[in-house]
C-alpha cells in the first residue's frame, strides 16, 4: 500500500476518532458560520449553555473599544490599577494599585496575554466597579441578539451564573468584526511586551492558518478550552468557535479541521448578511446627531417629482447623502449610540432594497414606511404626502447609439436603478459598464440617468429602463448582483 493512502486513512481515522470524543465530551460545543451570509455551516450543541472563560473579554473589549470611538477614551488614555483589579489571579500582567496602564497596552494585554487584572482596570475605569461593568455587559449582549448571555466578571473568572453559548459567541465575534474595524485588527496581534517582557498571542493559531486575523481563546477547569476564530480567505469569510476542548492541542485541532471542512462552504463575493449591531432604541425626537436625515427627508417630500417609485431611493438618499451639520448638536439620549443607529438603519435598508423575489414583501412600500417613520419622527412631511404632488416629471438622459439624448422625460414601466454618483459622467460609466457584463438581462434594457438635485448638490441616478414587469426587473436585478452590481427595481 503507498504511504499516501497510509496518511489518509490515518487522518480519516484521527477525525472519526476526534468526532466521537467531542460528541462524548459533555462540555463540548462548536459552530461555523458563513459571515457573508449568516448562514450556519456547522453546529454541535451550539445553543447549550456552556462558560465563557476569557472569552468574556471580547465582550470588555467590545465596551472599551465604544469609549473609544464616543471620545471618552483615546488610546493614549491612563487606566488607573485599583487594589482590587491588582488582587486578581492569574493569566495577568502583576499590576501594581495606583500604577497606570494606556489604552493601547490595556487592549493588547487582553488579546495577547488575556491578562485578568488588566480586565478589571477596564471595567473599574469606565463604569466604576466590576459588578456595574459586568451588567454594562449583559445589557450589549442582549442588545446584541446574545439572548442567551449572561455576565458576572470582566475576565472570565469562575462565576456559576457566568454563562452564554457558542452560538452568542459566534454572534460577538462577528459584532467586534463589524462594529470596530479600526481595532478589530488588535486581535491578530502575535506578540505584546510590556516592561520588558515579551508575551505571545494565546492563539497558536495566528501565523499558521492561513488568513485567520483573530481572535480569542479561554480555558478555565469548568468551561475546558474554548476559540472563536475568524478567517478570511479567498473572498471568504467564516466565524469559527469551539468550546469545552479537553486540552489546548485537541481543541486546535479540532478547529483547524473545521476550517478545512466548511471554509470552502462560505460563500464568495459581496456580503448579503444584515451588519451585527447592538439595537439602538429610536428616541421619540431623532437627535441632531443623525444631520444626514432630516434635510433629506425634507427634501424628498418638498422636491418636485419624487413618485411612489422613488419613494424607496429617497429613504436610500435618507440614509447617505450628505448634509449640512448643525452648528449647536443637541445632547444625546441617554444610551444612544449614534455610529450603531445608523449602520442599524442602512443594514435595514439594504435589506429590504435587496431583498430576493421569495422574500415576501415589498420593498419598495417597507421602505416607504420606514421613511415615513423616520419623518414623523423628525416632524417632517410623510414621503408619502409627495405622491402626485409633483406638477411635472423629472427629466433624463436617454443612452442612444450615437450617445446621451439631451434632457427628456424618463421611459415608463419598471427600472432598475445600479447605482447613484456625484457626476453624470460617473453614472454614465456605470450603466456602460452593466451593459457590458450584464449580458442577455439588459440585452434590450434602455440605460439613463436622472438627477436628482438637493440645496445645489446633484446625485445621478444610474437606471435601466424596457423591462416588461416586476418579475422580469428583479430578475435582472437578481443576475446582476450575483456579478458583484448592487441593485434596485422600481416601478416609473
Not at 435595514?348 to 415615513?372: K, Q
Amino acid at each position: 500500500m503507498r504511504s499516501g493512502t497510509w496518511v489518509t486513512i490515518a487522518v480519516a481515522v484521527f477525525l472519526v476518532a476526534f468526532a466521537g470524543s467531542a460528541s462524548a465530551n459533555e462540555k463540548y460545543a462548536g459552530l461555523v458560520m458563513d459571515a457573508k451570509t449568516g448562514r450556519i455551516l456547522y453546529e454541535d450543541r451550539a445553543d447549550e449553555l456552556r462558560y465563557p472563560a476569557s472569552l468574556t473579554k471580547m465582550m470588555t473589549l467590545y465596551l472599551l473599544f465604544e469609549e473609544l470611538d464616543s471620545g471618552r477614551l483615546s488610546l493614549n488614555s491612563q487606566l488607573k490599577v485599583s487594589k482590587e483589579a491588582a488582587s486578581r489571579p492569574p493569566s495577568k500582567l502583576g499590576l501594581r494599585p495606583g500604577q497606570t496602564i494606556r489604552v493601547e497596552d490595556a487592549i493588547k494585554a487582553l488579546c495577547v496575554k488575556s491578562a485578568n487584572d488588566v480586565a478589571v482596570v477596564v471595567a473599574e475605569n469606565i463604569s466604576g466597579s466590576e459588578a456595574a461593568f459586568a451588567r454594562k455587559m449583559t445589557s450589549k449582549a442582549h442588545s446584541l441578539g446574545m439572548i442567551s448571555t449572561t455576565f458576572r466578571t470582566a475576565n472570565g473568572l469562575p462565576n456559576s451564573e457566568q454563562m452564554t453559548t457558542a452560538h452568542d459567541m459566534a454572534r460577538l465575534g462577528l459584532a467586534l468584526h463589524d462594529r470596530f474595524p479600526r481595532y478589530f485588527k488588535y486581535f491578530g496581534t502575535r506578540t505584546f511586551t510590556w516592561k520588558g517582557r515579551t508575551y505571545r498571542n494565546t492563539n497558536h493559531l495566528l501565523g499558521k492558518v492561513n488568513g485567520m486575523n483573530g481572535i480569542k481563546t479561554g480555558y478555565t477547569r469548568d468551561s475546558g478550552f474554548n476559540l472563536v476564530t475568524s478567517v478570511e480567505r479567498d473572498g471568504r469569510h467564516i466565524i469559527a468557535v469551539v468550546m469545552g476542548g479537553r486540552s489546548g492541542a485537541s481543541r486546535n485541532a479540532h478547529m483547524v479541521d473545521l476550517i478545512h471542512r466548511y471554509l470552502d462552504d462560505a460563500k464568495p463575493g459581496l456580503r448579503t448578511a444584515p451588519m451585527v449591531v447592538a439595537h439602538v432604541p429610536e428616541p421619540s425626537r431623532l437627535p441632531h446627531a443623525r444631520p444626514a436625515l432630516a434635510p433629506t427627508m425634507a427634501f424628498a417630500s418638498a422636491a418636485p417629482g419624487i413618485s411612489s417609485g422613488d419613494s424607496a431611493q429617497a429613504a436610500i438618499l435618507a440614509v447617505s447623502a450628505p448634509a449640512n451639520r448643525p452648528a449647536a448638536p443637541r445632547q444625546l439620549a441617554s444610551g444612544y449610540d449614534p455610529i450603531a443607529a445608523r449602520i442599524e438603519e442602512a443594514t435595514e435598508v439594504a435589506r429590504l432594497a435587496y431583498a430576493s423575489d421569495t422574500a415576501g414583501e415589498d420593498p419598495i412600500a417597507a421602505l416607504t414606511r420606514m421613511a415615513d417613520r423616520r419623518a414623523a419622527a423628525l416632524g417632517q412631511p410623510a414621503l408619502h404626502a409627495a405622491e402626485g404632488a409633483a406638477d411635472e416629471e423629472p427629466l433624463v438622459s436617454v443612452r442612444t447609439r450615437r450617445g446621451y439624448s439631451e434632457p427628456r422625460l424618463a421611459p415608463g414601466g419598471w427600472h432598475i436603478q445600479i447605482g447613484a454618483t456625484p457626476s453624470e459622467e460617473g453614472a454614465r460609466t456605470l450603466l456602460d459598464k452593466a451593459k457590458r457584463n450584464g449580458g442577455t438581462v439588459l440585452a434590450s434594457a434602455t440605460p439613463f440617468t436622472q438627477p436628482v438635485e438637493k440645496s445645489g448638490e446633484t446625485l445621478y441616478r444610474a437606471r435601466f429602463a424596457g423591462f416588461s414587469g416586476k418579475n422580469e426587473a428583479r430578475a435582472a436585478c437578481a443576475s446582476l448582483k450575483r456579478k458583484s452590481f448592487s441593485c434596485l427595481a422600481l416601478p416609473n
